[in-house]
């Protein structure tokens, strides 16, 4: 396994379910980034983490909580969403914390019933 | 803060046509510039990325973007387009790390291609 993978690919939920986003990269990358991406909205950062260290949070809702064990694992945790949450959600890394390219997830498409 | 606009939402090129995707950037030092092609369904790829040097940049898939300070642009070409190269095209702009805080990629709309026989 290359690169970064996602699962579930496809995920539906009622609002008051808890279920959970994976990611894993197989690059040997110490960042790692939760996007979400919205039909007609530019990409959106929710979190970055550097070395299992949370070291950005653009104002997330809290419905949406992120766990990053290991350098090489980020999950997204996700218990009473709403409608508005559904959108592709998207996991990346990269080398270093920084400006530089990161690669992407093939992402999970979730949709919020 | 750092800004990333693509002016042309949609663009459509036939097939064996050359074809440029516009994107400026605002930020007030040497950025890092990148280009991500997305496909129905799928994650970002990266196609070429800028740091310093050659302005003229070379990508996988026969793409090459041109670095113009002057003009704050960063556009993508390509001489001649394949019906698979219809997809969502990313520009994005990223600071050059001069301190911890600057981790983000800011990424512009995308820009739609499709191809036409």
């Known amino acids: 396994e290359t690169g970064v993978t996602q699962t579930p690919r496809h995920l539906v939920m009622g609002m008051t379910n808890k279920k959970s986003l994976k990611c894993e990269q197989h690059?040997?990358?110490?960042?790692m980034y939760w996007y979400k991406q919205s039909a007609k909205k530019p990409l959106e950062l929710m979190f970055v983490?550097?070395?299992?260290?949370?070291?950005e949070n653009n104002s997330v809702p809290s419905r949406f909580s992120p766990e990053c064990p290991n350098s090489s694992h980020l999950f997204l945790h996700l218990h009473t969403l709403q409608p508005e949450d559904s959108a592709l959600y998207l996991c990346a890394s990269s080398q270093v914390v920084g400006g530089g390219e990161q690669y992407f997830g093939p992402g999970t498409r979730l949709t919020v019933t | 803060a750092q800004s990333v606009t693509q002016p042309d939402i949609h663009i459509t090129v036939s097939e064996g046509a050359s074809l440029e995707l516009r994107c400026n950037y605002s930020y007030g030092a040497t950025p890092y510039l990148f280009w991500y092609v997305q496909s129905p369904g799928q994650g970002l790829q990266l196609l070429l990325k800028y740091f310093s040097g050659d302005t003229l940049v070379q990508g996988i898939k026969g793409f090459e973007a041109e670095f113009k300070r002057s003009q704050s642009s960063f556009n993508l070409r390509k001489p001649s387009v394949h019906w698979s190269d219809a997809a969502e095209y990313f520009c994005?702009?990223?600071?050059?790390?001069?301190?911890?805080?600057?981790?983000?990629?800011?990424f512009g709309t995308g820009t739609r291609l499709t191809i036409i026989p």
């Open positions: 983490y550097s070395l299992e260290e949370r070291v």
């Open positions: 994005a702009v990223g600071a050059i790390r001069t301190n911890f805080g600057n981790e983000k990629l800011t």
């Open positions: 690059l040997g990358h110490n960042a």
